[in-house]
């Protein structure tokens, strides 16, 4: 049994499994390559596809920073709208005040008070006069404030005159418009 020799096919075994591991390593070497080139290209198309998502939401946000400009400045043109409309109102509110404040006078000022001076400024009234006593005077302030529109009657001066014949207290008063005469008109009928 010496006489067999083994070798060449050990060696030939060898050789073909070199070879084939050699074929498989290869197979491996070309599916991962394959595979990662796959993958790369997997991720670069992703990669593509967002920033073309990022591109277009960039775009949309500029129209939305146009269209947010677009609202500030109708929000302002509003403002500026309803500040107008309120002024307005005011205005349409006061104009008839002074024919109103001229129309209750006679009410207001009781016999024996004249006045000289009557001053209107926003809401408050100034007025200068002549009274033949100070009760007078306070009769007047009670008036006033009993209105329901007129109010806040204070006093500035009084003093009386050495003026003959008839000697007359001078006096300076204010009182403010607490109530639009349209408010007041409203609440009386």
């Given at each position: 049994m010496s006489n067999i020799n083994l070798l060449?096919?050990?060696?030939?075994?060898?050789?073909?499994?070199?070879?084939?591991?050699?074929?498989?390593?290869?197979?491996?070497?070309?599916?991962?390559a394959s595979l990662g080139f796959a993958v790369d290209?997997?991720?670069?198309?992703?990669?593509?596809?967002?920033?073309?998502?990022?591109?277009?939401?960039?775009?949309?946000?500029?129209?939305l920073d146009a269209q947010l400009g677009e609202i500030r400045l109708i929000k302002d043109k509003r403002k500026g709208l309803l500040e107008r409309m309120a002024l307005i109102e005011r205005l349409q509110q006061r104009r008839n005040l002074p024919v109103r404040l001229f129309n209750q006078l006679p009410l207001l000022v009781p016999n024996g008070v004249y006045l000289n001076t009557l001053a209107l400024k926003s809401d408050a009234i100034d007025v200068n006069g002549k009274a033949e006593a100070y009760g007078r005077v306070a009769s007047m302030m009670r008036r006033i404030d009993g209105s329901g529109w007129l109010g806040a009657s204070r006093i500035s001066t009084i003093f009386a005159s050495d003026v003959a014949p008839v000697a007359l207290s001078q006096f300076s008063m204010m009182f403010q418009v607490i109530k639009s005469p349209a408010d007041a008109a409203g609440g009386k009928s």
């Open positions: 060449p096919w050990r060696d030939a075994k060898q050789k073909r499994e070199k070879a084939q591991f050699g074929m498989l390593f290869g197979v491996c070497l070309a599916v991962t290209w997997f991720v670069n198309q992703q990669v593509s596809q967002q920033r073309g998502l990022n591109q277009r939401l960039v775009q949309e946000m500029v129209k």
